[in-house]
């Protein structure tokens, strides 16, 4: 799981990355940062939570499999598109 500050982290270095190939200036720098970074935290924030409905869900069940194996990751896989799909994405 990677966290809040990692994500305001990780949306810097691509701003900066984009701004440095030439593909785009900012007007507003500090602005464009700041709503890069809504949105990444707003991504995060929905990726944590479908995440977590997709581990519930195979926990759920009668008799999980074991996490990691093969058949868990197959049904982690197929509730976290389920979950992304219930969000809109």
């Known amino acids: 799981m990677i966290s809040e500050e990692k994500m305001g982290h990780i949306i ?3 701003l900066d990355a984009v ?3 030439g593909m785009v200036t900012y007007p507003d720098k ?15 924030q929905q990726f ?14 009668k008799k999980p499999p ?3 194996s093969q058949e868990w990751d197959t049904l982690y896989q197929k509730y976290l598109e389920e ?3 219930k969000l809109g994405g």
Request: net charge positive; glycine share 2%; charged share 30%.
């Open 19 to 21: 701004e440095k190939s």
């Open 12 to 14: 810097h270095l691509l």
């Open 83 to 85: 979950e992304f799909r």
């Open 48 to 61: 944590n939570a479908a995440e977590a409905a997709a581990r519930q869900r195979i926990m759920s069940q």
């Open 66 to 68: 074991p996490e990691f």
């Open 30 to 44: 500090p602005r464009a940062l700041r709503e890069a970074k809504k949105i990444g935290v707003f991504y995060l």
